[in-house]
């Protein structure tokens, strides 16, 4: 008979260990002659999108100018110059100005230039500069082919920033490079130039999109435009500058080539629009590309070697981690085959026989529960009926003298001597009936019932109203739920005095629950009396351990619970010291299955 260490150790080498390094040797043949292919067709993807993105940010820069357009005050200013416009208010115009500064987090400064009176402001660090007479700015190279060319706008490649009206707006401290965007507006009927934009923003931005190509600290990218100029490049040095001739300038619009053991792809931004003959070059060393190839083929070897010997140790120690628990379970299921109903279940292991205890555990738990609820029921079943047998003697005798004495008191013409007789006589059919389930109708008769002999016992007039709706009249509960609840507002209400304290009585359905209600107006309770009372009637089961001045609420809290399962039992509410509340909460889920249970014990 061969062991289970034996055929574990062969199916490891069968499964895993052959198969693996089969595997290893496959795929290092296939990965080294395909990584190149692969990677640079990923990389070409990745450029195309970088591209995009590219695109999408200098066109929403270069169109944010129009904008200006709907500035009404601005533009009036830039179509007649200040002397001439009716609006020029400086203060609005400022903050015009500053306004379109702040539209971008990239803007370090934003000239702007009035074509009517050759005056130029700037805007830096959101502050305006005073106004500028500049002649000489359309002789600006920049503008001039700006102006001569069919495009509206002018990027420039990177430069330090400059102080455009020699005012000291700018500190010397600064020599940020920024990338300069010049606009041109024009009256949209005659083409009549009437201002220029220019705009110096930060690199940071789209140097973040163009630094997403590079993967490894050996990587490069450059971003160069029509002219063969370096818009931005990993190396700072060369952002600004012709691209150099180590990176064969000559080859930068091909796709692909190599270069010293380099690897160069150039993906071409746009054939037309604001990028139109930019190219996006990326230039990654082949030891870099292939490194990983060779990383991988050695790191599938050692984790080879490393599955060996974890299998190895894998089928030393499954027996006892494995089966040991399975024999301790199976001792515990044993014990409660010996009539053992607290096997000690564990239920702190994570894996399934952890899984498979705490499921056992919970079930135990449920099994011994129904065990206790029945056995609690059994008793009370028990009790009711010797209550019932004790309290039926000669039942017919007694509803016999009772509707005699009626009979004498109408001959006698007291009918409210009859209507007393009523009922009690109501009362005393109720409490010695065998069942203990009964509809919320026939509970509420008999608290009025019992009202009715209260009220011609104080003789005076009972402030009390009963609200239950039809719907729930007819729902079966437990007998015996609110009359205990009435008796006590008599007891601690008008008994001490309390004479014109108003009993309400109501019922409302939340959830799956029925809530019935029994309040008063009368005396209350503080909070430490209020947190006894709960102690005794929610904690305390041992009947000799709490005082049997509110054994009622004990008692019908314990059926409650006994019925319906923990969802159910009474809340206590000093309504905020204006008086006294009990809630009954009866599961209206758990109830049909209560009566049948109900009925079948008898």
């Not at 198969?19 to 640079?40: A, D, Q, R, W």
């Not at 930068?252 to 931004?269: A, F, P, R």
């Not at 019932?449 to 007819?474: G, P, V, W």
């Not at 947190?531 to 351990?545: A, M, N, P, R, W």
Request: proline fraction near 4%.
């Amino acid at each position: 008979m061969k062991s289970i260490h034996s055929r574990l150790l062969i199916m490891l080498f069968i499964c895993i260990i052959i198969p693996y390094f089969l595997s290893v040797v496959v795929i290092y043949g296939y990965t080294k002659s395909n990584v190149e292919h692969h990677e640079l067709e990923n990389t070409r993807d990745y450029m195309q999108r970088t591209s995009e993105d590219l695109q999408q940010y200098f066109q929403d820069i270069i169109n944010l100018p129009y904008i200006l357009y709907r500035d009404h005050d601005l533009f009036q200013i830039l179509e007649y110059g200040f002397e001439n416009s009716i609006h020029s208010k400086p203060t609005t115009i400022e903050k015009s100005m500053e306004t379109f500064y702040l539209m971008r987090n990239e803007f370090r400064q934003v000239r702007f230039y009035i074509a009517a009176e050759e005056d130029l402001f700037t805007v830096y660090n959101a502050t305006v500069s005073a106004r500028s007479h500049q002649p000489d700015l359309l002789q600006e190279d920049a503008i001039q082919r700006m102006i001569n060319s069919d495009s509206n706008y002018m990027i420039e490649p990177p430069r330090q920033i400059e102080n455009y009206n020699n005012a000291a707006i700018i500190p010397e401290s600064d020599d940020s490079m920024v990338l300069t965007i010049h606009h041109q507006i024009e009256d949209v009927l005659s083409n009549e130039l009437l201002g220029i934009i220019t705009v110096n923003s930060d690199l940071d931005e789209y140097a973040r999109i163009c630094e997403r190509l590079i993967q490894n600290d050996q990587e490069a990218v450059l971003l160069v435009n029509a002219d063969n100029y370096v818009m931005y490049a990993s190396d700072p040095s060369l952002i600004g500058k012709p691209v150099p001739d180590e990176y064969l300038q000559s080859h930068i619009g091909e796709k692909e080539h190599y270069v010293n053991d380099d690897i160069i792809l150039s993906n071409t931004l746009s054939e037309s629009g604001p990028l139109e003959g930019w190219q996006l070059v990326k230039i990654t060393p082949s030891h870099v590309l292939f490194n990983e190839v060779r990383q991988t083929a050695y790191t599938n070897i050692m984790v080879g070697v490393g599955v060996v010997l974890l299998g190895l140790m894998m089928i030393s120690i499954i027996s006892y981690k494995i089966t040991r628990p399975i024999k301790l379970l199976s001792r515990k299921v044993r014990r409660i085959e010996g009539d053992n109903m607290e096997s000690p279940f564990e239920d702190n292991q994570e894996d399934e026989i952890g899984h498979l205890e705490k499921h056992m555990k919970e079930m135990m738990t449920r099994i011994n529960f129904h065990i206790e609820r029945e056995y609690k029921l059994e008793i009370e079943n028990r009790k009711n009926q010797l209550k019932a047998l004790k309290s039926q003697v000669h039942p017919h005798f007694l509803y016999n003298s009772l509707q005699s004495i009626g009979a004498v008191a109408l001959r006698s013409n007291s009918p409210q001597v009859y209507q007393l007789i009523t009922s009690l006589s109501k009362m005393m059919r109720y409490t010695i009936r065998a069942d203990h389930w009964v509809t919320v109708r026939t509970e509420v008769d008999y608290v009025k019932a019992y009202m009715a002999l209260q009220k011609e016992r104080f003789r005076t007039h009972l402030s009390y109203a009963i609200n239950i709706d039809d719907n729930i009249c007819d729902i079966s509960v437990p007998s015996m739920i609110l009359q205990p609840l009435v008796e006590n507002f008599f007891k601690h209400c008008y008994e001490k005095g309390f004479s014109k304290a108003h009993l309400d009585i109501y019922s409302e359905i939340r959830g799956d629950c029925l809530y019935l209600t029994v309040e008063n107006d009368g005396p209350t309770l503080s909070d430490e009396e209020l947190t006894l009372l709960k102690e005794k009637i929610y904690f305390l089961t041992d009947k000799d351990t709490y005082s049997y001045e509110h054994i009622g609420l004990k008692n019908i809290h314990d059926r409650l619970v006994l019925n319906y399962g923990p969802p159910a039992g009474i809340e206590l509410d000093t309504m905020q010291k204006q008086g006294f509340s009990v809630r009954l909460i009866i599961p209206l889920l758990a109830k049909e299955d209560e009566q049948y249970e109900s009925i079948a014990r008898g």
